[in-house]
């Protein structure tokens, strides 16, 4: 199979050390040999050995290749957490089969539109989705459904409704000899919220996904005796990167769960004595309000790796001062990748005031509205990146791309930032119109378009105000054709007729004669944003 890269920057990326030869079929094959009976994973479907992992991961990439399944083929996985996540995406790995991540979430029309956009007619999921049955899924364009199921060591297998009986692990390495996906290959492509529109995918290769857990263990300082936790959905890069790659990279017993549920994931970390702590911001916020973190001995934390939205200092000072552990973060992006990072070693100030220093080989640069490089000033300026972190781009949106990256080939990211003369960077504002809630980037357009559908909508804006658990929540200000308040409940139910995905939805709701309108024409959402801010300040929590 191709390469996702051009010779000469893997070369340049592998001759520097940032990218190697290894992938992460041959991590999980080297621990099965060191360590056979060593914990790969604690889930709610399994507890799996290394031994395990790479024994059922071969034999179900063997059972893909005896349904038909060809080299470079793409397979679309729908699936909640767990181990068989991970045995899915290493079992796609070893058959040669590019892995479509879904959003364990996504609704039907999300689902439709990102298999029609990666070309993906396979679809695998377990016999039942989040309280659907397999076959009600996806109803579009599916010329093949799998259905996986894992109980323990055991796993069984569906194809189009009919019982396969997967090949032992000898008849699987012949199937899958010489199919095996390398290290600069498209190997997953992972649904985004993106800025605009519908979700798109983003293309991933196991060298820039692998690059993240070479920078979170010097950040970290990683032990010999980690013991990882990640509450992030698998198919997105925080959780690709803090499960399915770093783990295997050092051999570290990972924790995962089905879905979030703040009782049961620190119930989790205080029995398996967690050591590494994977969750973005509204997840830690979660446990601080939660009264069960008080009945909980969470001692064992080491480090918190958190992001996806702002991190609220005084709140993670305050989970650094309840658990004893290290909060740190990543700033960057899905298609990015890491810009920089805080560590072990910066002061409090630093590590929990600043997005961290840039990471030395991603090289950043700072943009004004115009396009030129106002670097040297430190900024605040759009920020672009380019290095061994930054992915291939979006898949079948050239349009997109061509938003993403500059015609000089530097990847932009939708911040603001600034650039201390230590190299500490700050995230100043956004360059898109986009409110992050919980970790996930919901567009403004897209719930302007949304609720706009409405029949009594005359006028709507929609900007994010601040909430302490999931950062921001979308707030919706309308005008309506008849004058009279409009129900957010009613709204609501108009949106799920729709179908249109609950992330799209608002969650405060102000109706008012008329927007108001900045001198230069346009909706003034700074205005909005303001009261916003006062008619929602010390909102309640409801989700």
């Not at 034999?59 to 397979?75: F, K, T």
Request: net charge negative; with cysteine.
């Amino acid at each position: 199979m191709a390469a996702a890269f051009d010779k000469q920057t893997i070369d340049e990326y592998r001759a520097r050390g940032d990218w190697d030869t290894q992938t992460v079929a041959d991590l999980v094959g080297r621990n099965a040999r060191r360590r056979p009976d060593g914990i790969a994973f604690i889930a709610p479907d399994a507890t799996l050995t290394w031994r395990e992992y790479d024994e059922l991961s071969l034999r179900l990439a063997g059972a893909l290749v005896g349904a038909g399944l060809r080299p470079g083929d793409l397979i679309a996985a729908l699936l909640t957490g767990g181990a068989l996540v991970h045995v899915v995406y290493l079992a796609a790995q070893k058959a040669g089969l590019v892995t479509v991540g879904l959003g364990p979430r996504s609704s039907d029309s999300e689902i439709a539109h990102l298999l029609r956009l990666t070309g993906a007619t396979t679809l695998l999921t377990r016999p039942v989705h989040r309280g659907r049955p397999a076959d009600q899924l996806a109803r579009g364009p599916v010329d093949r459904r799998i259905v996986v199921a894992l109980d323990g060591p055991a796993l069984t297998m569906l194809l189009d409704g009919a019982p396969v009986t997967l090949p032992d692990a000898a008849r699987a390495a012949e199937l899958t000899a010489g199919r095996g996906l390398g290290p600069d290959d498209l190997f997953f492509l992972n649904s985004t919220s993106g800025t605009t529109g519908l979700p798109k995918c983003v293309r991933q290769t196991m060298n820039v996904r692998r690059y993240f857990g070479i920078l979170a263990a010097e950040a970290a300082r990683f032990g010999p005796d980690e013991v990882f936790a990640s509450l992030i959905p698998a198919p997105y890069g925080f959780g690709l990167w803090t499960a399915h790659f770093t783990p295997a990279m050092y051999g570290y017993p990972t924790v995962l769960v089905d879905e979030f549920e703040v009782t049961e994931a620190l119930r989790l970390i205080e029995a398996n004595r967690v050591t590494m702590l994977a969750a973005v911001t509204s997840q830690f916020i979660m446990m601080l309000n939660s009264p069960e973190m008080a009945r909980r001995d969470l001692s064992s934390l080491r480090t918190m790796f958190t992001g996806g939205e702002k991190v609220p200092p005084q709140r993670a000072a305050e989970f650094e001062d309840r658990t004893g552990c290290v909060v740190l973060q990543f700033y960057g992006s899905n298609e990015a990748g890491p810009v920089s990072v805080t560590r072990r070693d910066d002061d409090r100030e630093h590590r929990l005031g600043t997005a961290g220093r840039v990471v030395g080989a991603q090289r950043v640069r700072l943009f004004d509205p115009l396009g030129e490089d106002i670097t040297e000033t430190g900024g605040p300026g759009q920020c672009a990146v380019r290095g061994p972190g930054i992915t291939p781009g979006y898949q079948g949106d050239e349009a997109a791309n061509g938003q993403l990256l500059r015609p000089d080939g530097w990847m932009l990211l939708g911040d603001l930032v600034t650039i201390d003369p230590d190299g500490y960077v700050r995230v100043t504002g956004r360059a898109a119109d986009f409110i992050i809630r919980g970790g996930y980037n919901v567009s403004a357009l897209v719930v302007e378009e949304a609720v706009g559908g409405h029949p009594r909508v005359a006028q709507v804006a929609v900007v994010g105000v601040a909430d302490e658990v999931l950062g921001e929540r979308v707030c919706a200000f309308v005008s309506t054709t008849d004058g009279a308040d409009l129900d957010l409940a009613d709204l609501c139910g108009h949106l799920a007729a729709r179908d249109v995905s609950k992330q799209n939805w608002p969650e405060r709701l102000v109706t008012v004669d008329a927007l108001p309108i900045s001198a230069g024409g346009k909706v003034d959402k700074a205005r909005l944003r303001a009261a916003a801010a006062t008619r929602f300040a010390g909102g309640d929590a409801r989700d």
